[in-house]
């Protein structure tokens, strides 16, 4: 669990008292460390989760860490959906369909913006009878080479000791 996943949830309202406890053990892990953060790490995962987020709150002014934004929350989500496109086998489409989900929950953000052309590539090649130049093996190709684009993109916003965090 790192800080844009527990933030993640804290924007849908849907934290748990474990979310906070992972989180506080894979901040010690990384480098970060404070009394509060360190009473945190012990809670119990069945902890009450009013008394867990006000220590949280308490780790969060303690070790100087910035609440990130939703929508910087968002753009780490899509990151990892990039990267999961780049290195691993998966439902490319349905991915592809994840970062435009992302793209329009941003209201059309410049930073995902290839992925609504990316949409557009794949509606066309379904429902596009001229389009016959789609196959299927252009269309992995297309959603590919975006993901390998939006890796480099998302990295430099993203502060790489959270992305490397589980």
Same mark, same amino acid.
Request: net charge negative; aromatic share 10%; charged share 35%.
């Given at each position: 669990?790192?800080?844009y996943e527990l933030y993640t949830k804290k924007y849908n309202l849907n934290e748990s008292a474990e979310d906070y !406890?992972? =989180?506080a053990y894979n901040a010690l892990v990384n480098g970060y460390d404070s009394e509060q953060l360190r009473i945190l790490s012990s809670y119990d995962n069945n902890s009450n989760l009013f008394e867990v987020s006000k220590v949280f709150?308490? !780790?969060i002014m303690e070790c100087n860490i910035a $609440?990130? @934004?939703q929508e910087e929350c968002l753009l780490f989500k899509a990151l990892r959906i990039a990267i $999961? #496109?780049?290195d691993r086998e998966v439902d490319l489409v349905e991915k592809a369909k994840e970062m435009f989900y992302i793209l329009v929950e941003l209201e059309y953000s410049e930073k995902l913006m290839e992925w609504y =052309? !990316? @949409?557009e590539d794949i509606d066309a090649s379904k429902y596009d009878l001229s389009r016959k130049d789609l196959t299927e093996e252009k269309l992995h190709s #297309?959603?590919?080479n975006q993901a390998e684009k939006s890796v480099i993109e998302l990295s430099k916003l993203i502060d790489d000791k959270e992305l490397s965090s589980e």
């Amino acid at each position: 669990m790192n800080i844009y996943e527990l933030y993640t949830k804290k924007y849908n309202l849907n934290e748990s008292a474990e979310d906070y !406890v992972k =989180w506080a053990y894979n901040a010690l892990v990384n480098g970060y460390d404070s009394e509060q953060l360190r009473i945190l790490s012990s809670y119990d995962n069945n902890s009450n989760l009013f008394e867990v987020s006000k220590v949280f709150d308490k !780790v969060i002014m303690e070790c100087n860490i910035a $609440e990130p @934004s939703q929508e910087e929350c968002l753009l780490f989500k899509a990151l990892r959906i990039a990267i $999961e #496109i780049r290195d691993r086998e998966v439902d490319l489409v349905e991915k592809a369909k994840e970062m435009f989900y992302i793209l329009v929950e941003l209201e059309y953000s410049e930073k995902l913006m290839e992925w609504y =052309w !990316v @949409s557009e590539d794949i509606d066309a090649s379904k429902y596009d009878l001229s389009r016959k130049d789609l196959t299927e093996e252009k269309l992995h190709s #297309i959603i590919r080479n975006q993901a390998e684009k939006s890796v480099i993109e998302l990295s430099k916003l993203i502060d790489d000791k959270e992305l490397s965090s589980e």
